[in-house]
């Protein structure tokens, strides 16, 4: 046993992730400027209104695409397990910092298991809705009717996006080490052990061929 | 710009400059007096220096054929058979109803693209549109078209630049049968009311004013003869309202997703304040030790003796 620290991330898997990131902040400045008038000062930082109407669906469609990489990296990490259910139970506890009684997760919990289903159907739904309302090429294809639901659509998907992202990140923040696991790519071991056990057991599992999990303990 | 007071601006918050107190405006179209000479829509396109391209005449005299971001105000022709087997030829004069409530405006996202002036005109300023199209999306009369040319939208002004001067339309100005008559809100609708008693008179029962009352009334309206069935000119839309699709996505729910969003990021502050970040100490949990040895496999089974529903 050691106390080498263990890689979370790899250097695709990261600049994967990154790039969705500027992607996404940068659909979501320039959406957010069309959003309410409030916030169309934000258009400014992509060359006023008009630039901030031509870029934003084809920087939609290139987060869209990136996303994707994520998507087939960890879906399968994604599923559901049975702990999933205590751990979303126990929820209350884990954001008091109280961690007992909180089940072993894998290599996500449940929380963010959510977040991922939840940010991809936001993913899509923008993807189509966005193409709806995207005068310059399709909106012709559609009636009103079709482009007034999009509209709704898009807005709504693209707040519970916003949302998602503003838990996500202050997740970060919270969580210490999860941000250096993004940047670059390894977490220690104290670290893997308490915040997804289960993840850990696996990913040391082959450090003891001797010893195999049992129920017996 | 300053001699005509602007109520209403898109995508902004506050009042805009709007002491002063004018009448309200408005064009009447008296489609029982209309020839179809198109005289309107030449005058349209030279006072306003409009060139649409030539089209195809597609065997109807209605031309071109739509709205463009060139033509801002076109004759629909109608040929309407009547119950007693009799033909009527419906002609209306379509363009801008310039609302009281426009959707346009309320859809658009930059501020100054649409107002509405003092005198009951919408006017579109291309100078601060951006080419979203919001305002077709807002339009409960399908009237707004984005020019291919430079992205910008465009529709009748009701000739905001003669108006603010004291003069009327081009198209009423125009106008030969006097189809056309421009003058405040009032004696419009007092000379539509003049007009609806002689058609009825006249043997047309159903004739009215098209003023809808769902966009709060209008600064273009029309005398039809069949005011009961507006659907039946062209698809004048019978209760035109801004869409309830256009309501939600630009009413209330835009501030307060705004407001969600701020309350996240502030919340996820206080929680940091006040229960602070999850550290995983060195030595907490030494890694020497193995974990699958010393506890039962929890994705197997999970056990907790403080579980509160306990019996």
């Known amino acids: 046993m050691s106390n080498k620290t263990i890689l979370r991330y790899t250097a695709g898997q990261r600049t994967n992730h990154w790039l969705v990131a500027i992607l996404f902040f940068m659909a979501a400045l320039s959406g957010l400027a069309l959003f309410h008038p409030a916030l169309f000062w934000l258009s400014n930082l992509f060359g006023g209104g008009p630039w901030t109407r031509i870029l934003h669906p084809f920087m939609g469609v290139v987060m869209f695409v990136l996303f994707l990489g994520l998507v087939l990296q960890f879906w399968r990490a994604n599923y559901f397990i049975t702990n999933d259910r205590l751990w979303l139970k126990r929820v209350g506890r884990v954001i008091k910092n109280e961690e007992e009684g909180v089940p072993p997760v894998g290599k996500y919990n449940a929380g963010q298991k959510l977040l991922f289903w939840t940010l991809l159907a936001c993913m899509l739904v923008l993807l189509f809705t966005g193409l709806v309302i995207w005068r310059a090429y399709f909106s012709a294809f559609f009636g009103i009717t079709s482009i007034r639901w999009a509209m709704l659509l898009h807005a709504l998907a693209g707040f519970v996006l916003v949302l998602c992202i503003i838990v996500h990140i202050y997740a970060g923040i919270w969580i210490r080490g999860s941000v250096s696991a993004m940047v670059h790519g390894w977490v220690s071991r104290p670290w893997a052990k308490k915040h997804h056990e289960l993840w850990y057991r696996e990913v040391t599992r082959d450090e003891h061929p001797d010893r195999p999990i049992s129920k017996k303990g | 710009m300053a001699s005509q007071d602007i109520i209403a601006r898109s995508a902004t918050t506050t009042p805009s400059p709007s002491v002063r107190i004018q009448d309200e405006v408005a064009k009447l179209i008296d489609t029982t007096k209309c020839i179809g000479c198109k005289a309107c829509q030449v005058a349209c396109s030279e006072w306003n220096e409009l060139r649409d391209e030539v089209g195809f005449n597609l065997g109807t005299y209605t031309n071109p054929q739509d ?245």
């Not at chain 2, 910008?152 to 030969?176: F, I, N």
């Not at chain 2, 006097?178 to 004739?207: C, N, P, Q, W, Y």
């Not at chain 2, 919340?267 to 006040?274: E, P, W």
């Open chain 2, 67 to 311: 709205l463009s971001a060139e033509t801002w105000t076109l004759m629909r022709f109608t040929e309407h058979e009547t119950d007693a087997g009799n033909l009527e030829w419906l002609i209306r004069k379509d363009g801008c109803m310039h609302c009281a409530e426009p959707g346009c405006l309320a859809a658009c996202p930059s501020p100054g693209a649409i107002i509405k002036l003092a005198n009951g005109i919408v006017d579109f300023n291309q100078d601060h549109c951006i080419g979203c199209g919001y305002c077709i999306t807002g339009c409960p009369f399908n009237i707004p078209r984005i020019s291919q040319k430079d992205h910008k939208a465009y529709k009748c002004t009701l000739c905001s630049d003669r108006v603010e001067y004291g003069l009327e339309p081009a198209c009423v100005k125009t106008c030969p049968t006097g189809a056309i008559v421009f003058g405040t809100k009032e004696d419009m609708k007092e000379h539509a009311a003049e007009r609806i008693v002689d058609l009825k008179s006249r043997g047309f029962e159903h004739a009215g004013l098209y003023d809808p009352a769902g966009v709060g009334g209008t600064h273009v309206m029309y005398v039809l003869h069949h005011a009961d069935e507006p659907s039946l000119y062209a698809g004048l839309p019978n209760a035109p309202a801004i869409s309830p699709l256009v309501g939600l996505w630009k009413g209330v729910s835009k501030p307060l997703g705004l407001l969600a969003m701020g309350l996240a990021v502030v919340a996820g502050f206080f929680h940091y304040v006040r229960i602070g970040p999850q550290v995983v100490e060195e030595g907490e949990d030494p890694p020497g030790k193995d974990p699958a040895v010393h506890e039962i496999d929890p994705s197997v089974h999970t056990y907790d003796p403080r579980r509160e529903d306990r019996p």
